[in-house]
């Protein structure tokens, strides 16, 4: 057993309001230069959508992530390609996006504003692109076109989640009565088993010993991309004018002096929640390896208590310090993900074993339009209890399963039941209206508690900022000693250690492990 640390993230997707200031916030720190203008490190997407870039789930076209094959004793390999691979197309990578699959992005020509002479006209600026510094004729797309258009036939119909939907289900997403979207925010997963790292020839790309944040090296970067196509999510980008690739560095500067990241500090619904979870190393390839419809359960399994008296042990002896520990034991990310089970992982079956996990959003209040009245659906018509019918949701049981899951249908009913099932007894404590008899029968299926629920509307509605934003201290001299002792003698390097499925932690001293 290898107990190393993990910072980890969780967002509540039923608090997120899509009002982009994360992505603002990220972009005002991070990209406002020459070369970064088409990246956001932080973005929010409509769902049902096709995302930013276009499509990027679909991994048919972009190869990211990693596949189980079977013919060879279910060995984890790259979706992307093996070293003959890399080799034959280290000169021209066929899965890249493009720029149209970003955006091309734009300014304007506010000198001819300034500058125009009288007229009768209303002089106009136009569009110039950031990257040409030519005249645009039109602009197509941007870093979140898709804003609130989740039911429409463009974008919502081109999620890939709906790949192999039903008639019906495709019909009530375009009724507009039936219309529903919600806001999906995205960062880099910082995963425990991340493709960009295994892609990239040069080795340039790392996880930092202490905290697991992944990072590219500036220096040994030499712009191969297979970064890019290596990451499923599609968090690593090239910049045009430097030649090197970047990320999200989880504002690592930040988390070093023990504030949260910008992100997450600018947040305005509150969604966003960070800690510190320790794993078990050497169970990382067992674990991408795992059946699809098991991935969800085998992150949770590797996700280990830090109250158990073994595994503070083993942290201990991996050179974990004992403040760390503490945080781990007051991370919101554990009770999250492992003690209630209600925030899963965006896209599982990529096996990248991704860090940042989502609390899905509930569906929107069972209702019916009568005479143009808009009223709750009445107890006689309700399949469940107030305010919940899994069956009849507007959000579909199999896209979010999809989406959250893998396609087990089965985890994300249980999650939405312990949702369904704190609403519930929550309106029942503030409102009053709702039976006892249907209030435990809510509790009953969501196989949760009174307490329990308490607790997960705590931390969910009324959380202090020490409670959302648990930041461990790094102690990065500590860290950085615990695992590196010694200087090879020959190469006067740092000994490099590795983890599962070729994860290495590199080790220029300037950079740390």
């Not at 003690?339 to 899905?360: C, D, N, Q, S």
């Amino acid at each position: 057993m290898d107990i190393r640390a993990q910072v980890s993230m969780v967002f509540h997707l039923d608090k997120c309001i899509g009002c982009h200031t994360c992505s603002i916030a990220c972009k005002n720190i991070w990209t406002d230069r020459k070369g970064t203008e088409y990246m956001y490190w932080n973005n929010v997407e409509t769902k049902p959508g096709t995302g930013y870039p276009t499509r990027w789930e679909d991994q048919t076209k972009y190869r990211g992530g990693w596949v189980v094959d079977g013919q060879r004793q279910k060995s984890l390999r790259l979706r992307l390609q093996g070293k003959w691979g890399t080799l034959t197309n280290i000169f021209y990578n066929p899965y890249l996006p493009t720029l149209d699959d970003y955006f091309e992005p734009w300014t304007y020509d506010y000198q001819n504003l300034i500058n125009a002479p009288l007229a009768d006209e209303q002089p106009t600026a136009r569009a110039i692109s950031m990257v040409t510094g030519k005249y645009m004729d039109t602009i197509e797309a941007g870093p979140n076109w898709d804003d609130d258009l989740g039911g429409s036939q463009v974008y919502a119909n081109n999620d890939p989640n709906f790949d192999g939907a039903s008639d019906e289900e495709m019909r009530q997403i375009n009724e507009i009565n039936s219309t529903v979207f919600f806001y999906l925010p995205r960062i880099c997963n910082h995963c425990l088993n991340p493709g960009c790292v295994a892609a990239c020839p040069q080795g340039a790309l790392y996880k930092r010993g202490e905290d697991g944040v992944v990072l590219v090296s500036q220096e040994r970067c030499r712009a191969w991309r297979m970064c890019v196509s290596g990451c499923p999510y599609k968090k690593t980008y090239f910049n045009w004018s430097t030649g090197k690739a970047e990320k999200c560095i989880l504002c690592y500067p930040r988390l070093e002096s023990g504030q949260p990241p910008a992100c997450f500090h600018s947040c305005v619904g509150r969604i966003r929640y960070i800690g510190l979870v320790l794993y078990d190393a050497d169970a990382i390839e067992e674990t991408a390896k795992s059946p699809q419809d098991q991935l969800v359960m085998a992150q949770r399994n590797i996700i280990k208590d830090p109250f158990d008296p073994e595994i503070i042990a083993a942290a201990r002896a991996n050179g974990i310090p004992a403040a760390k520990i503490q945080a781990a034991q007051q991370s919101p990310v554990y009770q999250f993900v492992k003690k209630w089970g209600i925030a899963l992982p965006l896209h599982p079956e990529f096996r990248t074993l991704p860090m940042l996990f989502y609390v899905p959003p509930l569906g929107p209040v069972l209702a019916k339009v009568e005479n143009g009245v808009y009223n709750n659906i009445s107890h006689e018509a309700r399949l469940g209890p107030l305010m919940s019918s899994l069956e009849r949701s507007r959000v579909s049981l199999r896209y979010m399963a999809s989406l959250l899951s893998g396609g087990n249908e089965e985890i994300i009913r249980d999650v939405y039941k312990k949702l369904v099932a704190v609403r519930v007894y929550m309106r029942s404590r503030k409102v009053k209206d709702i039976p006892d008899e249907e209030v435990q029968r809510a509790l009953s299926e969501g196989k949760t508690t009174a307490a329990e629920v308490e607790a997960i509307w705590r931390l969910t509605s009324m959380p202090t900022f020490e409670e959302r934003f648990v930041v461990p201290p790094m102690e990065r001299e500590t860290a950085v000693d615990a695992l590196f002792p010694q200087l090879d003698p020959v190469s006067h390097n740092y000994p490099i250690r590795r983890g599962a499925v070729g994860v290495g932690f590199h080790t220029d001293p300037a950079r740390g492990p």
